[in-house]
């Protein structure tokens, strides 16, 4: 089976003329099928960068880099936006839609699967939210709803739409000690149950155990990978 | 997404509804102007009519000989034909003295002469010399002409110098040029008016047998008679009424002008109501569009947004029309209403108004960068 992630030789710069300043240098990456991978490393080393490359999000200036069989260095607009629907995201914030309940933020995610019905598809979400343990919150706003709850419903939106990569960048942040180990662990036993890779981003030296691979950037380098 | 933010969503919609209501008044004033101004035309029980070339409008209407109206009956086709004088008098205020400008009509009273049979009922009593019919519906500052009418009392007043009695009221209606209207026969109107010749007529109505056809028949007396008169149809007397306050004067465009005001001010408001929404909402948008929709979905969402919004408007809009309309009716007697060709007018054009405006406020979605949100 072909890896979800293969990046090589990736260098990538922000700014123009004189301010131009490269912020990855010749990063290679791999990420197995149902691996899951940690990045940490000091802010601004480009670790975001990376996410949202693999996360299709911006265009690939230099090197090679494929997600889930598609090369991304030459894809288009349409492309890179097809290739969205299969990758799930959770962010620092959790990014929910403030005017809709926590049932219909996760339904925005299953609508992301266009061959099945209306009712399949809100079958999918309720199933989603209680499989983190929401299945009382259905109907709250996010407003409504604590930190640590916000990001599970975030989690179930990511996983709705059955990625076969989930990104997530400092899912953690803003949450305490407790429920942060809560929702990684969450995180990591759905996506095993799923066989989804995973690329977590993360600063909180608590929840590194949870990978099965660590990998540190410094400076926009890839530096060691721990087994 | 607005439904959250009920203090935006009520300007978003207040910005409608007045941008809809502008409208509605613009177009109904100057709808209800046009109309009005041939409020008399409209009775008239004639197929065709004479008028002189060098009558414009109905305050301005030349006179020409009554001749060419007989020689219109010779044309098999015609049935009937009534001369009508046709003039602005000066009507003294019975109560206050003072004087104004009224429409006076001549004609003979044993002749038919309005649609309405009830209009006619009362030409008899202008058989007497020195008799109106006075028009309801004119304007107070005539004086309580009806009121005291009404009440059994013997209204006199002053033409030009000449005493005259009102014998009847009528019902027709007020029009630009036209404060009041009143009725009198020939031979009083002649007394009026000594400076018309008894052989000059301003207008000739002419009845069709019900068979004929208008235009052909329009035609024949166009070649017959000399070109000292025009023939007109009815619609074409209409016509050319409304014609002259639309093109020669100014109401019809500060109308126009005033109702496109309302839409460029309603446009301003949607946009900005939008503009704002889309700007608070873009790390979501950001996100939705990280997650997988397209950019078209989103653009969607906006549209819908511009449509509800058009929708919601339009309903306060079209009711403060409503009732703007039944104020004016009472306060001008302008026969201004809701008829569904401005009902659809304005509603389109609230609708262009939201959807302009969601168009502009999607430029912004355009910025909603996904890079942007980790």
Redesign the interface.
């Known amino acids: 089976m072909a890896s979800t992630v293969a990046i090589d030789g990736l260098n990538h710069w922000y700014g123009r003329g004189a301010n131009r300043r490269q912020v990855l240098q010749s990063v290679g990456l791999t990420i197995e099928p149902g691996e899951v991978v940690l990045l940490t490393g000091p802010s601004g080393c480009g670790k ?1 960068t990376l ?2 490359l693999i ?1 299709a ?2 265009k690939v200036q230099e090197g090679q880099v494929c997600v889930l069989g598609q090369p991304l260095n030459a894809a288009g607009r349409g492309a890179r ?7 799930g ?1 959770i ?2 914030g959790h ?1 929910l ?3 809709l309940t926590a049932e219909q933020n996760v339904q ?2 299953a609508d ?1 699967l266009k061959d099945r019905s209306y009712l399949a598809r809100r079958d999918l979400s309720r199933q989603w939210l209680r499989e983190v343990g929401l299945g009382d919150h259905l109907n709250k706003l996010p407003h409504d709803l604590s930190g640590g709850q916000k990001q599970r419903v975030a989690i179930a ?1 990511a996983l709705a ?1 059955h990625p076969q990569l989930l990104l997530a ?1 400092e899912p953690t942040a803003a949450l305490d000690s407790t429920t942060g180990r809560e929702v990684v662990d969450l995180l990591k036993r759905l996506a095993r149950e799923q066989a989804c890779s995973v690329l977590m981003v993360t600063h909180d030296p608590r929840i590194l155990d949870v990978a099965d691979r660590l990998v540190r950037m410094e400076d926009g380098r890839l530096f060691c990978s721990v087994g | ?1 607005l ?2 933010q009920p203090v935006r969503l009520f300007v978003a919609l207040a910005g409608i509804s007045f941008a809809g209501i502008l409208m509605f008044m613009q177009l109904g004033f100057r709808d209800g102007l046009f109309d009005a101004s041939v409020t008399v035309h409209r009775r008239f029980d004639a197929d065709l009519v004479l008028i002189s070339p060098r009558s414009t409008s109905s305050v301005r209407m030349a006179g020409f000989p009554k001749r060419r109206l007989i020689q219109a009956m010779a044309d098999p086709q015609v049935e009937g034909i009534t001369p009508v004088h046709w003039s602005l008098m000066l009507w003294r205020n019975p109560e206050n003295l003072s004087t104004r400008s009224i429409l006076g009509l001549g004609f003979d009273p044993e002749d038919p002469f309005f649609v309405n049979p009830e209009l006619s009922q009362d030409s008899q009593k202008l058989s007497l010399k020195g008799r109106v019919l006075f028009d309801q519906l004119s304007r107070p500052e005539f004086g309580p002409v009806a009121e005291w009418f009404r009440q059994g009392r013997t209204v006199e007043s002053e033409i030009g110098g000449n005493r005259v009695r009102v014998a009847g009221l009528v019902s027709l209606g007020t029009s630009f040029g036209a404060d009041g209207n009143l009725l009198t026969s020939s031979e009083t109107f002649l007394d009026l008016m000594p400076n018309k010749a008894p052989g000059s007529i301003e207008l000739g109505l002419i009845r069709l047998k019900p068979t004929a056809d208008p235009l052909a028949v329009q035609e024949r007396l166009t070649a017959l008679l000399p070109n000292d008169v025009r023939v007109l149809t009815k619609q074409g007397f209409i016509d050319f009424e409304q014609n002259y306050w639309r093109s020669s004067t100014s109401i019809g465009f500060i109308f126009t002008l005033g109702a496109a005001m309302g839409f460029v001010v309603g446009c301003v408001i949607v946009y900005q109501v939008l503009y704002t929404d889309v700007s608070d ?1 873009l ?2 948008y950001a ?8 950019l078209k979905t989103l653009v969607g969402v906006v549209v819908r947004e511009g449509l509800i919004l058009a929708l919601v408007g339009y309903i306060p809009a079209y009711l403060a029309g409503q009732a703007l309309y039944w104020f004016v009716r009472d306060a001008t007697r302008l026969p201004v209403g809701m008829d569904l060709s401005r009902a659809t007018t304005v509603f389109t054009m609230i609708l262009v108004m939201c959807m302009l405006s969601a168009g502009l406020a999607m430029r912004r979605l355009v910025d909603a960068d ?2 942007e ?2």
């Open positions: 975001t996410l949202t996360g999000l911006r936006q097809r290739l969205r629907r299969r990758i995201m962010f620092q990014n839609l403030r005017c925005m995610g992301l939106r739409a960048d | 997404m439904i959250r909402h790390p979501e996100t939705l569009m990280a997650m997988g929709y397209q996904p890079a949100i980790f």
